[in-house]
């Protein structure tokens, strides 16, 4: 197994599943590791347990903690020479590397979950509950970090070429109160082209940065030695909902060979939910 999917994109499942009925009240009496074992041999050529208790044998070796697998590092070879290789120490889109590295511990709580993204970047997120809070007791922390971001040309089409670094923080806290939400994004080194216009732009960066309900806004672009600048917030609390001032000097907004056109903007734009004001 080399991938997380299947060619068509869905999971990969074995050719037929074995009819365990006749096995689960024995089964029940066993720790978590030999149903893991038990579950394993139904499909794969395995030795005895007692083959893959350390490393003495060099089979296996199985990392284990409070009863749930933290870690699986096991090069299996059965008696008729085939070698199992289990892949747990990369991250994959499959379902397995989600399991893999989700565990939870202690009372209080926590759980982990490390997962890849495609067609590049990762995702951490932590997930924790605090007895001694009642009023928010449960809280998520997640971060992600996305080095291409050629996905935007979907949502903008009339971009080309694009290139850059996203990254993603989210702080969330709820429960019986009002939930909280802070949230952090940034864009950097960002280039790329618009074809329409024929510009290349480059230095691209913005910032997000939520607290609350209000977000504040940042960024900044070269467009062929000329600097645009945004600064803006958010806030639906505000009559005019989103505010953004544009600024620079000399930026080029067109190259085409019947117009070049070069602009030095000042402007204060204001959205109040329906209509935009300039």
């Known amino acids: 197994v080399i991938t997380g999917l299947a060619p068509d994109g869905g999971l990969l ?67 008729r020479g085939r070698w199992i290789d289990e892949r747990s120490e990369g991250l994959d889109v499959g379902f397995d590397g989600l399991a893999l590295d989700a565990a939870w511990r202690g009372g209080a709580g926590s759980a982990t979950v490390d997962a890849m993204l495609l067609p590049a970047g990762s995702i951490h997120a932590t997930l924790t509950r605090d007895p001694a809070d009642p009023e928010r007791p449960w809280r998520i922390v997640a971060n992600a970090d996305l080095p291409e971001i050629k996905w935007i040309e979907e949502f903008f089409p009339q971009f080309d070429a694009t290139a850059g670094h996203a990254w993603v923080e989210l702080d969330w806290r709820g429960g019986a109160a009002p939930a909280q939400l802070r949230a952090r994004g940034r864009i950097e080194d960002v280039a790329g082209e618009m074809p329409g216009l024929g510009i290349r732009l480059a230095d691209g960066n913005l910032r997000l940065e939520q607290d609350g309900e209000q977000v504040a806004i940042q960024g900044s672009v070269d467009s062929n030695g000329g600097t645009l600048k945004l600064v803006g917030r958010y806030d639906p609390r505000e009559e005019q909902r989103l505010l953004l001032e544009l600024g620079g000097i000399d930026v080029e907004v067109a190259n085409l060979p019947e117009a070049r056109l070069r602009v030095t903007p000042d402007l204060r734009l204001a959205f109040d939910g329906a209509s935009w004001r300039l």
Request: charged share 30%.
């Open 13 to 79: 499942i074995p050719p037929s599943i074995p009819d365990v009925r006749d096995r689960l009240d024995h089964w029940k009496t066993l720790s978590y590791q030999d149903v893991t074992f038990e579950v394993l041999r139904l499909f794969v050529d395995l030795p005895d347990r007692t083959g893959l208790d350390g490393e003495a044998n060099g089979v296996a070796r199985l990392a284990w903690s409070d009863g749930a697998p933290l870690a699986i590092d096991a090069s299996l070879r059965a008696e």
